[in-house]
């Protein structure tokens, strides 16, 4: 326990990982420490052919961007003990238990102000991420480390230029609803963009 406790306080709100730690042993989970995905922050797998529990976090996130995915995952896991296949994957069920597993870290009051009452809004309604919150993603962002030349697409002015980490080349247009149309320089390719995605100024963020 205190092993896993001690590896936890890297990367999470250190008054946080001993609940965590708790939860790994109480439900047999194999909690593993992730590299960056680009499509998902974390990962939860039910019970499989000889598998307990499984999930996963990015290795590179906040502290507190990490916790509140450790525990969205694990809102999983508790549904899938109460409901196997019978409840939808972010139905009302896991919503109940996100709610739930989130009280311990609010009574420790380890957020912030703005992490806090972005996750209170968040609470009303869970969706299937917590970057599909734009208010939620927006306060866990704040507390990532600042590259100088980074800002989100909706920072950035119309027409102006901006590059991916990958080197590609685009150039803001309007705002379609939610997303931003922008138009790669190279292929004259039209694509969306969320307006909280990560972009930069110049041409290598390194």
């Given amino acids: 326990m205190n092993q896993k406790i001690d590896i936890l306080k890297k990367y999470m709100p250190e008054s946080a990982a ?10 047999r989970c194999e909690f593993k420490i992730s590299r960056t995905r680009n499509t998902k922050l974390g990962d939860y797998r039910p019970p499989y052919q000889g598998h307990g529990h499984r ?9 507190y961007a990490f916790l509140v ?6 809102a999983h896991l508790k549904t899938w003990n109460e409901h196997q296949r019978n ?4 139905g009302q069920e896991w919503k109940n238990n996100f ?20 996750i209170l809004n968040y609470l009303e309604n869970p969706a299937a991420s917590s ?5 939620l993603y927006k306060a866990l962002k704040s507390f990532d480390a600042k590259h100088p030349n980074a800002l989100m697409v909706e920072q950035v002015p119309d027409q102006q230029e901006f590059y991916l980490k990958n080197g590609r080349k685009f150039k803001k247009l309007e705002r379609i609803r939610k997303r931003y149309r922008c138009v790669e320089t190279a292929s004259g390719l ?3 963009f969320s307006p909280v ?3 930069y100024l110049a041409k290598n963020p390194d």
């Fill in 55 to 63: 999930i996963s976090v990015n290795y590179n996130l906040n502290p």
């Fill in 131 to 135: 970057c599909a919150d734009l208010g």
């Fill in 197 to 199: 995605a990560e972009v």
């Fill in 87 to 90: 409840a939808k994957p972010h």
């Fill in 69 to 74: 995915t450790t525990v969205h995952e694990f």
């Fill in 99 to 118: 709610k739930l597993m989130m009280r311990p870290f609010f009574e420790l009051q380890l957020f912030p102000n703005e992490i806090h009452s972005a």
């Fill in 18 to 27: 001993p609940v965590i730690a708790k939860w790994i042993d109480y439900y």
């Fill in 190 to 192: 039209v694509y969306l």
